[in-house]
């Protein structure tokens, strides 16, 4: 959104810890996080009437699958938490297209 001179909404801190090497296993296969606490992030935090969050894939491989399957299973629980979020996801024609993925973020940005 900044590169495209927009304004930037807040952040929210759902404290999930990044994927690295020495943590994968919690993340693939199969889960082993921590449960996302979502009434201490209503208690702690404003938040707007909607989430949106956009996710391009860079292809349709399982990779990429596996982490919207992810998008979607965090969305739909937040959503049952009264946390409306809504997760765009995209693929773009060519990984090189530039034009692309510039107009899939275009797209994205404006619907928030």
Request: with cysteine.
């Amino acid at each position: 959104m900044l590169a495209l001179a927009r304004r930037v909404p807040h952040t929210f801190d759902i404290h999930r810890a990044p994927c690295t090497e020495d943590n994968a296993s919690l993340f693939y296969p199969t889960p082993a996080l921590e449960p996302i606490d979502w009434e201490r992030i209503k208690a702690g935090q404003k938040l707007p009437d909607k989430i949106v969050i956009g996710w391009i894939q860079m292809g349709s491989s399982g990779v990429y699958q596996t982490a919207t399957e992810y998008f979607e299973k965090a969305a739909e629980e937040a959503r049952r938490h009264g946390i409306n979020v809504e997760i765009i996801t995209r693929i773009p024609a060519t990984t090189e297209g530039f034009a692309d993925q510039a107009a899939i973020i275009e797209t994205i940005s404006s619907a928030g």
